[in-house]
């Protein structure tokens, strides 16, 4: 019996141990709130055009695999007018990011486009550019040069008539590649202009009256490339 005793004492110490490491609690995963900041940006040099992000978008967080813990993805529909006072807890980990606009209207008044990055480590504050790609390009009017009091409009080739948006001191609108309609709108004299024009996706197609030749226009293209880009704050 003395020989079995210490046995049984060890067992018993390897035993409750054992139950003492089951029971305690797992460490919390860190969590994050995360806020949306997207922006988009164009090589300058030959355009100072701006582009219009607006509409809504679809925001997607995958996370990769983990050792310490399973993430789970979030998926978010985000007003992008709203988007700087968007935010969402996620826990810490390494991401694949996409944020793609939902619009599939013919022409529209912000760019549409998909965007993905992967392999983002959200633990800290920093901006994470997208690699960006569109379909749309975008016809622009300076309000100098044409009657400010009336909006110009595009009537595509199925006749539906869109409006013109305004900012920056531009009348502008997007539309999709291969798009083909009319343009039309007015000198502050009242003399209107149509133009027919066909769109390729990634090109901006800047319209000048000419002076002193009414009806004639000059269209100058400037073709474009882009990057989407979130600031992601961690608060």
Known sequence: MKKIIPI???????????????SA????PQ??????????YVPPPNSSWQHILGGLAALRLT?????????????AIVNLKNATSYKQQV???????TLNTQSTAVADTFIRFTSRVNGVAINKDETVD????????????????IDSTVTPTFKSGNQTTYNFGKVNGYYFLYAKDATSGTIAFSLSNGYQYMKDLTLRA????DLIPLPNSYGNLSITS??????ASTKTRIN
């Open 202 to 205: 990634m090109n901006q197609y």
């Open 222 to 227: 400037h073709a474009f490339n882009f990057t």
């Open 130 to 145: 997208l690699a960006a790609t569109t379909t749309d390009a975008v016809i622009t009017i300076s309000t100098k040069l």
């Open 8 to 22: 049984c004492i060890i067992l018993f110490i390897l035993f409750t141990g054992c139950r003492k490491e089951q």
């Open 25 to 28: 609690s797992p460490t919390p």
């Open 63 to 75: 996370p990769q695999n983990s050792d310490t813990v399973t993430l789970s993805s979030i998926s």
């Open 91 to 97: 826990i810490a980990g390494t991401y694949n990011i």
């Open 31 to 40: 969590l994050i709130g995360v806020s949306l900041r997207p922006n988009v």
